[in-house]
């Protein structure tokens, strides 16, 4: 798209899941791209720990990935997931379908499996380079240029771009640096819960339903497991840190899961849940805003630099591959002009990317607790209904989330009408039973 003297130049911070994504994109539009990652290359380790073994994939991030032409790749070794299926304290299992009207699901994919996938797709393009051991140490947003520092030889060097974006994760060092200029807002919120994971191992096939979301959902925490391609779980449990540290003892342990999720002793097995629980402290959740995400006319943040959220809509990533659509629509909106660009994104990405970090703390009470209520289930069962008869109109909000590109935003204010419109029906029926009720008294009064 562009002739070879005026190719825009970009530098990329991470090569995490957006950094990698980002850098498709901006290959694809003729940019130069270089990519420093601070790690070694983890298409040559043979095992990364992660912080969670395997992710939902949903339609903002397949969508992102259609664009660079690995959509059905990442797919091909996905699990399709289509619903949750909810454990009871007694073992009982209930499912509750993600979208019966559309049978559309989201997908479990493997973390580091995804991650090799993206690094490599960016091979696809002669002109990504990416440097690994390559820490990014210092922003001049004066000077336009980032210093880095090569982690093997020690070596410290500047670079200059007409891009540079930070996709350097939840503690970003652009975004440390972007906090020093004035007017920078930043907020951030960790949780009083953390978690922990333990895993199902392989075995001659899944042991539970694969193509579900499991939870045990109770109360105040929760576990949820998602299947692997060799038929192992990630289990993750979300519980309060104070929770955690009464788990000091194997007996505790092994008690607390067999009086709270009996059914998931024998498939984790009881030494792993001890030896998890003991050997392991649980890590923090936090949840990250700030605006803008730019700084002068060629610095911005994308995925968790910009908007780290709590896991609990499995949007973290989505929302991030996401960020990368969006610069892209907008760069060939404004025809290349980075700086008008990022401005631009910065309006139209902090208000979304705000409303999904709210969505995600919500989510955690739903996921928790509100699944096993009557209302909730009252009211998602009224909201499918609606959904089948009028589904151009009547969108549910988990719908508008995982399988729409609706702003998120919109998904909130569509959420909110959505209730104005159930409350007011509700009002109306109450009115005329009420107003039958009165009728039918006084005539009776009356005779
Ligand atoms: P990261 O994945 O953190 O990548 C940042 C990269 O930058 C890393 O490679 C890092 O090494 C590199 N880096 C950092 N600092 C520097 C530096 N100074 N110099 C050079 N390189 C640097 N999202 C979903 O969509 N679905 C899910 O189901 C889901 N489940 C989750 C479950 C858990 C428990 C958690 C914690 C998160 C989950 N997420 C999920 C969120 C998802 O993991 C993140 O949103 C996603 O990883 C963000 O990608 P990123 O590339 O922005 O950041």
């Known amino acids: 798209k562009m002739s070879d ?33 601070r790690r070694d ?53 209930k499912r509750v379908v993600y979208d019966p009207t559309f049978n559309q699901c989201i997908f479990s994919v493997g973390r580091n499996y995804l991650n090799k996938k993206l690094i490599q797709a960016t091979t696809n393009f002669p002109n990504v380079k990416i440097y690994f051991n390559h820490l990014l140490t210092r922003s001049n947003f004066e000077e336009g240029s980032v210093t880095l520092i090569n982690l093997k030889t020690c070596e410290e060097f500047k670079r200059n771009a007409d891009l540079i974006i930070g996709a350097d994760g939840a503690y970003s060092k ?23 994971e333990l895993s199902i191992r392989p075995q001659m096939g899944h042991k539970m339903e694969p193509n579900n979301l499991h939870i045990w959902p109770r109360g105040k925490f929760m576990m949820i497991a998602l299947p692997n391609q060799d038929s192992s779980w990630t289990v993750t449990i979300f519980m309060p840190f104070e929770k955690f540290e009464n788990l000091s003892t194997p007996k505790k342990v092994l008690k607390f899961f067999q009086d709270t999720f009996p059914d998931s002793v024998d498939l984790i097995g009881e030494n792993d849940i001890v030896d998890t629980f003991l050997k392991n402290r649980p890590s923090e959740l936090v ?21 780290a959220m709590v896991p609990f809509y499995g949007q973290g990533m989505n929302a991030g591959f996401e960020d990368c659509s969006l610069l892209d629509d907008l760069l060939e909106k404004n025809r290349n002009d980075i700086a008008k660009t990022i401005q631009e994104y910065s309006k139209v990405r902090v208000k979304n990317a705000h409303a999904i970090c709210d969505l995600a703390m919500y989510n955690y009470v739903e996921m928790r607790d509100l699944v096993n209520r009557i209302g909730f289930q009252w009211r998602k069962s009224i909201d499918h209904l609606l959904f089948r008869s009028f589904p151009n109109k009547w969108i549910p909000l988990y719908n508008s989330v995982s399988f729409s590109t609706m702003e998120y935003n919109q998904c909130v204010c569509n959420r909110k009408w959505q209730d104005r419109v159930i409350y007011k029906i509700v009002m109306t029926i109450g009115i005329i039973i009420g107003t039958i009720v009165i009728i039918f008294f006084k005539s009776f009064i009356y005779k």
């Open 174 to 196: 652009l975004r440390l640096a972007m906090q020093q200029t004035p007017q920078f807002q930043y907020s951030q919120q960790y949780i009083e819960h953390g978690y922990l």
């Open 287 to 307: 949840s990250i805003k700030c605006s803008p995400y730019h700084i002068g006319g060629k610095f911005l943040i994308i995925g968790d630099a910009a908007h």
């Open 41 to 93: 290359d983890i298409r040559a380790a043979v095992e990364v720990k992660g912080r969670s073994i395997n992710l939902a994939l949903s339609h903002r991030g397949r969508k992102a990935l259609n664009s660079i032409g690995i959509e059905d790749d990442v797919l091909e070794s996905a699990i399709p997931m289509k619903g949750r299926l909810l454990h009871s304290a007694k073992g009982e299992l």
């Open 5 to 37: 003297n005026n190719r825009k130049k970009v530098v990329i911070i991470g090569s995490g899941l957006v950094g990698s994504v980002c850098a498709c994109f901006m290959a694809k539009r003729g940019y130069d791209v270089e990519v420093f990652e």
